[in-house]
């Protein structure tokens, strides 16, 4: 496996259990709609959570938020309209993005709640 394939799952890995911490609820993770994948699907008290978990290691120079263009929103703000359709859940919904530095022997989380994107 590639090593940035590691490194997103280990990304992932680390904001699941860091949102687990917060009392979030996890429903999915990789959830796949098309060609499109929301990284996890959580409940947060009464509000479901589509986050977009964006990793990097220390010496990369981009932070990980940056990664997520127009397109990338238009197409996470796709899948979750999809999602909720299709799971026909009805809470309140809102788009966090989990951005996850690697470093050494620690990651350091940064928690954007509603990131982006119109209201459900």
Known sequence: ???????GILGEE????????????IIERNWRWHKYEIDIIALDKDV???AEV???SNGSGENPKEAITKRKQKLILEAANAYI??????YEARIDVLSVVLKQNKADIEHIIDAFGPEF
């Open 1 to 7: 496996m590639a090593e940035h394939n590691e490194t």
């Open 14 to 25: 680390l904001a699941s259990k860091f949102l687990e911490e917060k009392n979030y609820q």
């Open 48 to 50: 479901l959570v589509f």
């Open 54 to 56: 964006k990793t990097r």
């Open 85 to 90: 359709e299709e799971s026909g859940l009805e």
